[in-house]
């Protein structure tokens, strides 16, 4: 457990996130060595994919890569998140959305909540979203509805081919002023609530735009047994209060990535 001067976030951003439901994080999450050296692992991911892959789609790729934990359970980043959680930490999940420059798809408006209801209760997830490009208004920036934290819209699905998500919500908050789009530089974050409406649109510009999502819970949020035979989580820091299995960083679990892909019909 860090000692509190090393936790990251001040009362007034607890406060801030909690209120608008998203903060932005106004220094870079790691040392410039160690965030270069995810950078470049991301790159070498991204160049084996299989040609029929789409970018956006490298979801949960710490099952099969452990490497990547050397960044999910670093003390930066969890120390960004046990202000807004608490000391008992554990890793919900991981996603390298990468939209590449042209034809990069749409994020639809969505609540996290409305994906993981029949997953985890209760709902309590914080991610941080680090981007390993710059994200900009022209290359498909995320962006957000402040303070939508109830996490029950009504939600129909969308173009399958057009989205990254197959879900949106009904309505339509790209019309509202209270929308704010999350402009970052690479090894800069954002953090939000599993519950707050958000969303990007398309990336039509010459700049391809990449984030990597890494999500974090409370362990008092337990992952229903209905569905831990196509998830694992992972304890980050602390200890268990939800009688949760959680699975080894050192493994790999190919066989779960072939069974998700099967329940998906992929």
């Known amino acids: 457990m860090p000692h509190q001067d090393s936790l990251r976030l001040t009362d007034v951003d607890v406060a801030a996130y909690k209120r608008e439901g998203f903060l932005v994080y106004p220094d870079p999450v790691f040392p410039d060595q160690k965030f270069a050296a995810l950078a470049n692992h991301f790159e070498k991911a991204l160049a084996a994919l299989p040609p029929d892959v789409r970018p956006e789609s490298m979801d949960v790729p710490h099952f099969t890569d452990t490497r990547l934990f050397e960044w999910l359970l670093n003390d930066e980043v969890l120390n960004l998140v046990e ?26 408006w969505h609540e996290d909540s409305f ?13 941080v979203w680090l981007a390993i490009d710059a994200s900009t208004r022209e290359n498909g920036a995320m962006q957000v509805v402040p303070r939508t934290l109830k996490g029950i819209s009504e939600h129909q699905t969308v173009d399958p081919n057009m989205n990254v998500l197959p879900w949106e919500v009904r309505r ?17 974050a954002s953090l939000h609530d599993g519950r707050l409406m958000h969303g990007s649109p398309p990336n039509t510009s ?12 409370p362990t008092t949020v337990k992952l229903r047994e ?8 992972y304890l980050a820091r602390g200890r268990d209060h939800a009688g949760n299995k959680y699975a080894d960083p050192e493994k790999t679990y190919e066989e779960l990535i072939k069974v998700r892909r099967s329940r998906n019909g992929h």
């Open 83 to 108: 202000p807004l959680i608490g000391p008992d930490i554990a890793l919900f999940a991981s996603h390298f959305i990468c939209k590449p420059k042209g034809d990069g798809r749409r994020v639809p």
């Open 115 to 127: 994906y993981w209801r029949d997953i985890i209760d209760p709902m309590n997830v914080v991610t």
């Open 172 to 188: 339509k908050p790209e019309n509202e002023a209270s929308v704010v789009t999350i402009e970052l530089q690479p090894n800069h």
């Open 206 to 217: 010459n700049m391809r735009r990449c984030g990597y999502t890494m999500r974090y819970m």
């Open 226 to 233: 209905s569905y831990q035979p196509l998830h694992n989580i």
